[in-house]
């Protein structure tokens, strides 16, 4: 096997998953089961590194919270603002969440991979499911379906191939 060179984007968040650079360019991926105790622990780990990448985020959910229009929003989407935005959990809400852990999660970093054709399915376990990926290939006739679990794909390129019709 060729070794694997990614970006150093897709370096930094295997770093940040606890990854080894070193494995991943000998074996071109590394997956590992991660155990996290609470809300600070989980926002360390999958919270975008870049500024900018949480202030769109926020922007994305601000936006969903002004088409609201003052109803009240679930704590899923305080919760996304914290651990991918720029909003903190307020107390009730931490302690809810604080229910939740311990969190086991299986995390992987490829460098490139390929969707095989079909489905691709996360869960149904109910386990959180990260997936880092320097490059990602859907080809036509191949997707992803979650089922009861959180799932976060993070992805350097993307590339889907589709068959006009």
């Known amino acids: 096997m060729a070794k694997f060179v990614g970006s150093n984007e897709f370096y930094a968040r295997a770093a940040q998953l606890g990854h080894s650079r070193a494995e991943i360019d ?4 590394q997956a590992t089961t ?3 105790q609470s809300m600070q622990e989980l926002k360390k780990l999958v919270q975008p590194q870049d ?5 769109a985020r926020q922007a994305m959910l601000d936006a969903v919270a002004n088409a609201s229009a003052g109803q009240e929003l679930p704590l899923e989407h305080h919760v996304n603002g914290y651990l991918f935005g720029t909003r903190e959990l307020s107390a009730e809400h931490e ?7 311990p969190l086991t999660l299986a995390v992987v970093s490829m460098g490139t991979g390929t969707l095989p054709p079909g489905e691709t399915l996360i869960g149904p376990n109910g386990n959180p499911v990260v997936w880092n990926y320097d490059t990602l290939n859907i080809p ?3 997707w992803i379906t979650t089922q009861t679990t959180n799932f976060t794909l993070n992805v350097t390129r993307l590339v ?3 068959t006009p019709s």
């Open 95 to 101: 302690a809810h969440c604080a229910e939740s852990f």
């Open 34 to 36: 991660v155990v996290v």
């Open 140 to 142: 036509d006739g191949s």
């Open 51 to 55: 500024p900018k990448a949480r202030e």
């Open 26 to 29: 000998s074996k071109g991926h």
């Open 160 to 162: 889907m191939q589709y």
